[in-house]
């Protein structure tokens, strides 16, 4: 079983997500009432749908995670697996993603966010290491 079935089976036992097909037509998801949560289009990569207020609120620990991929305008982000490791942030991520969709639930007149579709992704970097 590859990593990214072992998190999605891990959170399809979480109450609040039940699996479905992605949005996209590349994988499988997670949903809650509200939206769908999170996309499995590769075995390396997993799409987090975020709020724009908890993108906001996290930017800088996003900008901080070398796993963390983001589209400028996009409320999801992917996590790109390189390491074991990158995973672990999984299930911390999923729980900030469902209490904002709980907290702050986007408007239906909003149109739905469009998942990152393995577009060219870039979270700028603070390069205070001065190299």
């Known amino acids: 079983m590859t990593v990214a079935l072992r998190a999605m089976a891990q959170l399809a036992s979480w109450p609040d997500l039940a ?3 992605s949005s996209c037509g590349t994988g499988r ?10 996309h499995f289009p590769t075995d390396q990569d997993v799409d987090l749908h975020l709020t724009a207020r908890a993108i906001k609120r996290f930017e800088d620990h996003l900008r901080g995670a070398t796993a ?3 589209v400028p305008g996009s409320r999801w982000v992917t996590i790109r697996r390189e390491v074991e490791t990158d995973m672990d942030l999984l299930p911390a991520l999923v729980s900030v993603a469902l209490q904002a969709h709980q907290t702050w639930p986007v408007s239906r007149d909003t149109p739905p966010a469009k998942c990152n579709d393995h577009q060219d992704m870039a979270l700028p970097r603070d390069d205070s290491s001065g190299s």
């Open 68 to 70: 963390i991929r983001s």
């Open 29 to 38: 998801a997670l949903r809650s009432v509200q939206d769908e949560i999170v």
């Open 19 to 21: 699996e479905t097909p």
